[in-house]
Nanobody, 118 residues
Framework: VQLQASGGGLVQAGGSLRLSCAAS????????MGWFRRAPGKEREFVARIRWSGGSTYYADTVKGRFTISSDNAKNTVSLQMNNLKPEDTAVYYC????????????WGQGTQVTVSS
């Protein structure tokens, strides 16, 4: 499975960006997909995840109410709509896929840079 993230860029505080992650490589059937981010000098942190079946979602407290994760199962894509962006959201964002419940995120995209200016 290959994951390709896109949609990053430079935006002013208060602005919006939409990230997309396209999955490819044979039959795709995942338990859930998620977005993570790594800010300069910090550890990678969880942002949001969505269950592939049923579509339930979960967010980090730092983005709750501002970010929305969604999926298009027919197209094997996951998106992250980011609104009211803050400078502290600046990071490289990664999409990831977890194939089985109770497992780990085995597949990772290459990352896309999001920079929020104040």
């Amino acid at each position: 499975v290959q994951l390709q993230a896109s949609g990053g860029g430079l935006v002013q505080a208060g602005g919006s960006l939409r990230l997309s992650c396209a999955a490819s490589g044979g039959t795709f059937s995942m338990f859930q997909m998620g977005w993570f981010r790594r800010a300069p000098g910090k550890e990678r942190e969880f942002v949001a995840r969505i269950r592939w079946s049923g579509g339930s979602t979960y967010y980090a407290d730092t983005v709750k109410g501002r970010f929305t994760i969604s999926s298009d199962n027919a197209k094997n894509t996951v998106s992250l709509q980011m609104n009211n962006l803050k400078p502290e959201d600046t990071a490289v964002y990664y999409c990831a896929a977890q194939s089985v419940q109770g497992g780990t995120y085995e597949y990772w995209g290459q990352g896309t840079q999001v920079t929020v200016s104040s």
